[in-house]
């Protein structure tokens, strides 16, 4: 039996490449018009560009930026009728330069024996090998910053590697081989100058990439959801849950990444589809963000919090497991009222009960907001953080209060 959920599981793989780039598309189109004006003309000066991000931001679009940019490049190059070779080659654990040109060799489909030979030689068989055959070729090299903290590469294997065409000028003196360096580390740049001045001094485009806000992996999972899921099993909400989660602000909220974003979203697809669901649902997003539940719980804060507090976010567990969703103040604080009355306590009055739900809200074990369309008026609402589990929340209070108060009277 097919199932309700999937209509394409392969839009989800990491190494997918969407055909339209919704975001970052002003930096590749700025890099794609840049390669196109090299195409055939200008002196025989290798061109290089850089992308880059901060230091751990994973995710950010880096890959798919340049391998995007390379794939429009090669259709483009097609429809000209000219001979284009995109080379993608990650140079993480940073290869040796012998290695690095195996890799080039082995794409351009070059019949010559890298080992054995000297680097100048290697480099020189393959400008004579593009002119040869009237064709270009776009170096990628991803994790750029590996080959720059290594000592595997020379400073001068890395100047000859990347200006190549000053060591070797092209026979008909136009530049087939250029490169794209991909990099996590903003560093970067820094390094390049202290390594290979030259070369950094004449970087075509340094392209800086922050990481994404919500509103852009909003449009990001969106299209991925558009692309590979059923139009009913899904709705916006579900998608703004987890680009909330994981959009980046400069004083708060995720990190930023694409990457877990739309893994979160198939995980949260596939949980669905596993319990033959016709529809994500929030419970579905919380255990796909919540693989490892029990370290997601802050044990130590929860411990630490009154009675009151307690009874409080027990009652949000509560309500998330029976309907989910935001929560208005009123059906929280009904629901603290009775739970209270079960475990013999007086329920607050309503002011301290704000207290109390401001508290929460400081430790990030409370998400609070003012409520928008859908609901009548203006209150606030309200929910557990998406990685922290509610069945799993309420089995640590419910433990913690019965050992503090007691087990609470039956209903």
Do not use: C
Request: net charge negative.
């Amino acid at each position: 039996m097919s199932g309700k959920i999937f209509t394409n599981r392969a839009v989800f793989d990491e190494t997918y490449i969407p055909s339209t780039l919704l975001v970052r598309d002003n930096e590749a189109n700025v890099l794609i018009s840049r390669y196109l004006s090299r195409l055939g003309e200008g002196l025989g000066s290798t061109d290089v560009s850089v992308v880059y991000g901060s230091i751990g931001k994973v995710g950010i679009g880096k890959t798919t930026l340049a391998k995007y940019v390379s794939r429009v490049l090669l259709r483009k190059a097609e429809d000209k009728g000219m001979n284009f070779k995109p080379v993608y080659i990650n140079v993480y654990g940073a290869p040796s330069l012998h290695q690095i040109l195996s890799r080039i060799v082995s794409e351009l489909e070059m019949n010559i024996p890298v080992r054995g030979n000297a680097t100048i030689e290697v480099l020189k068989a393959i400008s004579d090998f593009l002119y040869i055959k009237d064709a270009y070729a776009l170096i990628i090299l991803d994790e750029f910053q590996s080959l720059l903290m290594s000592t595997k590469l020379s400073d001068d294997e890395l100047y000859l590697l990347l200006r190549v065409y000053e060591e070797i000028p092209p026979k008909d003196n136009i530049n087939r081989l250029n490169f794209l360096l991909v990099s996590q580390d903003f560093r970067v740049l820094t390094y390049m100058k202290e390594r290979i001045p030259q070369v950094e001094s004449q970087i075509g485009f340094r392209v800086y990439l922050r990481p994404y806000n919500s509103e852009e992996l909003k449009t990001i999972i969106e299209q991925r959801a558009i692309e590979g899921l059923y139009e009913n099993a899904y709705d916006q909400e579900i998608l703004n849950m987890i680009a909330d989660y994981y959009g980046y602000t400069d004083t708060k909220g995720g990190d930023g990444s694409a990457r877990k974003a739309i893994l979160t979203l198939r995980m949260a697809a596939e949980i669905a589809d596993a319990e033959n669901s016709s529809r994500i649902e929030e419970k579905h997003v919380r255990d796909a963000l919540s693989a490892d539940a029990v370290s997601n719980i802050p044990l130590d804060i929860i411990r630490s919090l009154s009675l009151h507090e307690l009874l409080i976010l027990q009652s949000i567990s509560d309500l998330l497991i029976t309907k989910g969703g935001w929560l208005t103040s009123g059906e929280v604080e009904e629901e603290y009222f009775h739970l209270s009355r079960n475990y013999g306590e007086e329920p607050r009055k309503h002011t301290q009960f704000y207290e109390y739900i401001k508290n929460l809200n400081n430790m990030g074990l409370v998400e609070t907001r003012i409520s928008g369309k859908g609901i009548r008026g203006k209150t606030t609402i309200m929910r557990l953080p998406l990685d922290i589990p509610a069945e799993r929340l309420k089995e640590v209070i419910e433990s913690i209060l019965l050992d503090r108060v007691g087990s609470p009277k039956p209903n």
